[in-house]
């Protein structure tokens, strides 16, 4: 009887690995041609699309430092994963030249975020929790642009030449606090609090004296702010995703990734993201219709961080989804206990 179950638990395991090994294989492959967009595009990307492509250069070189040598299929992706870090090594030096040439005063506020070692791999993992959804959300954005870029310079300390970094204000402290944002406000202010700890500020919190956070700590934000993520999510998968909602679900799987909530890592989540690639140009979020629209109105407002570029691809789409692909691979190698790897 022993026999037979420890037959069956290695069949599952090479099953497990084997399709591990196929799921990995797809992540490099379309990581692949993600870098080939960034080739191409390098001089037009965004400051913000530049940063996605960090992100997930932080996450390749962990993972090569990190990756299992087990057998020879292992191996060979590990080489691919060596090569693709330093294409975009070589892809990085020219998009970040580009970025201070176009938009001098925008590189120099945010030049802390333009290097890959800035951007730190969980270590540990821990999952979100539904009881700390709220009760309900906003209809409309709770903050501004000018206010969010104003609160993160005084953090990285670029508010001014050589200005003190991890100054927190009160409009600063009570937006980024604030509860019951939706959307992009809501990833704002996690990652507020995590380029907080990774610039090593080491109390966000300090001079709030409201009774009832007396407790919180940045951890707890954290948590809360990734569970309603989380829930944002479920309830965009429900709806079925749309070209309206698609950004902010891959930018939350992003985030929340690197924050180290591992149940973000869903496998038909995976799928979803690889679904949405452009086979030929290597992007995500290209508008087949983009050009008709332009004619049509010419005037269309989109957000700032975005970009579409002249082949309709979007800059912003692409960046989250290539940094939340690396947080895949990241954790498909990492986490070590096989029964908890989101692969069914």
């Known amino acids: 009887m022993k026999k037979l179950q420890l037959t069956a638990a290695l069949v599952l395991f090479a099953a497990v690995s084997g399709s591990r090994a196929e799921v990995i294989d797809d992540v490099l492959s379309s990581l692949s041609r993600g870098a080939s967009f960034l080739e191409r595009q390098h001089e037009h990307i965004n400051l913000d699309g530049v940063v996605g492509f960090?992100?997930?250069?932080?996450?390749?070189?962990?993972?090569?430092r990190t990756w299992p040598h087990t057998d020879p299929v292992s191996w060979a992706q590990r080489t691919s994963a060596v090569t693709l870090v330093k294409r975009l090594d070589q892809s990085f030096n020219k998009a970040i030249a580009a970025l201070q040439q176009n938009d001098p005063k925008y590189y120099r506020e945010f030049e802390p975020l333009l290097s890959w070692s800035f951007w730190l791999i969980p270590q540990d993992w821990s999952t979100t929790d539904h009881s700390l959804v709220y009760p309900s959300t906003m209809t409309t954005e709770c903050y501004d642009e000018q206010l969010s870029d104003k609160c993160f310079t005084l953090l990285l300390g670029t508010w001014k030449i050589n200005g003190t970094p991890c100054i927190v204000t009160k409009p600063c402290q009570d937006t980024m606090t604030r509860f019951g944002c939706p959307h992009y406000s809501l990833s704002h202010q996690l990652l507020y609090f995590m380029i907080g700890k990774m610039k090593g500020c080491t109390n966000l919190l300090k001079g709030d004296t409201r009774a009832s956070r007396a407790n919180m700590t940045e951890q707890n934000y954290q948590k809360i702010f990734c569970s309603n993520m989380m829930k944002t999510n479920q309830d965009i998968i429900?709806?079925?995703?749309?070209?309206?909602?698609?950004?902010?679900?891959?930018?939350?799987i992003l985030i929340c990734g690197l924050a180290g909530f591992s149940d973000f890592y869903k496998a038909d989540w995976l799928q979803d993201i690889l679904r949405m690639q452009d086979e030929e140009l290597g992007c995500f979020g290209?508008?087949?219709?983009?050009?008709?629209?332009?004619?049509?109105?010419?005037?269309?407002?989109v957000k700032r961080r975005e970009k579409i570029l002249p082949d309709g691809c979007s800059s912003h789409m692409t960046a989250v989804a290539v940094g939340a692909l690396g947080g895949y691979l990241n954790y498909y190698l990492t986490e070590q206990d096989i029964t908890k790897r989101p692969l069914s």
């Open 54 to 64: 960090l992100m997930l250069q932080a996450e390749l070189k962990e993972a090569v």
């Open 286 to 301: 290209r508008d087949s219709e983009y050009e008709l629209l332009e004619q049509l109105q010419p005037h269309r407002r």
């Open 238 to 252: 429900k709806d079925g995703l749309t070209e309206q909602t698609v950004d902010i679900f891959i930018e939350n």
